[in-house]
């Protein structure tokens, strides 16, 4: 190769790579897991999918493009509606995995186009609409917490747990240090409402947070039934 060639061709790796940093458009995602438990207890209540009462498991909140400065984009394209006919295929583990809880009793629909125009549009480089909620499904399925808390001897049953024990567990079993989000129930007691871990920016590695959202838990928080 002469020194023409040579030189054009670093030119060409230099522009790839602008246009990768350029495109970069978050830094990584928030994977978000909510006990279902915790949704309905509190003072605003829940209502269950018209397909019925979902299993007592943890179920998907979201999986939400972050920037490591702490904020997050949202509501990213406008052209790109929700479009049910893009995941018909998943709709059925959808319902088992990604319950909507929201009043009046719906089929889900809602949620999850509310999760894909609010956060799923801004991460749009990487995933389409299909491998979105496809990607999200596969965590879940990497990340068993009610296995692990169980396992653990923390179990959904109204008692108090230590809340370094609960992220003690998970670390140990995952090898990733988890978020805790706390809500309140009815008689003002802190409770595990989700739980966060932190994703690549391709949506396929758990991986270490760089950053966590703020809020607060109590040292000892209930796990309630569901
Ligand atoms: P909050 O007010 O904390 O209960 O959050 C309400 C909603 O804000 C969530 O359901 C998310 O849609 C959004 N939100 C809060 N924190 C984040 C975050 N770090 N990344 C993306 N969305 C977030
Ligand atoms: P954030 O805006 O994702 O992405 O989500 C916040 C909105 O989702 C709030 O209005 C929450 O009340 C609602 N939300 C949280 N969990 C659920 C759930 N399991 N089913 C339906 N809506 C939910």
Do not use: R
């Not at 509190?42 to 920037?67: E, M, R, T, V």
């Not at 988890?178 to 129930?185: L, R, S, Y």
């Amino acid at each position: 190769m002469n020194h023409k060639s040579s030189i054009l061709i670093i030119l060409l790796i230099i522009q790839c790579l602008a246009i990768l940093v350029v495109s970069q458009d978050f830094d990584f995602f928030y994977f978000v897991q909510q006990w279902p438990g915790s949704y309905c207890d509190k003072k605003q209540s829940c209502c269950y999918p018209k397909s019925g009462k979902p299993a007592p498991d943890f179920s998907i909140h979201g999986l939400w493009p972050n920037y490591k400065d702490g904020s997050y984009p949202s509501n990213c394209d406008p052209d790109s509606p929700f479009d049910e006919s893009k995941i018909s295929d998943l709709t059925n583990k959808m319902q088992e995995d990604w319950p909507t809880l929201a009043c009046p009793s719906s089929d889900g629909l809602t949620f999850w186009g509310h999760e894909w125009d609010k956060h799923g549009t801004c991460s749009e480089s990487v995933l389409d609409q299909h491998d979105y909620f496809a990607t999200t499904l596969n965590l879940k399925k990497q990340v068993n917490l009610l296995q692990i808390l169980t396992d653990a001897g923390i179990n959904p049953d109204g008692e108090f747990y230590n809340l370094e024990s609960i992220k003690d567990a998970i670390k140990g079993a995952t090898g990733y240090t988890p978020w805790v989000e706390c809500n309140v129930d009815g008689s003002g007691n802190s409770q595990l409402y989700q739980i966060y871990m932190c994703v690549d920016n391709s949506g396929s590695h758990i991986i270490e947070c760089d950053v966590l959202p703020h809020g607060k838990c109590a040292s000892k928080i209930q796990f309630p039934s569901f």
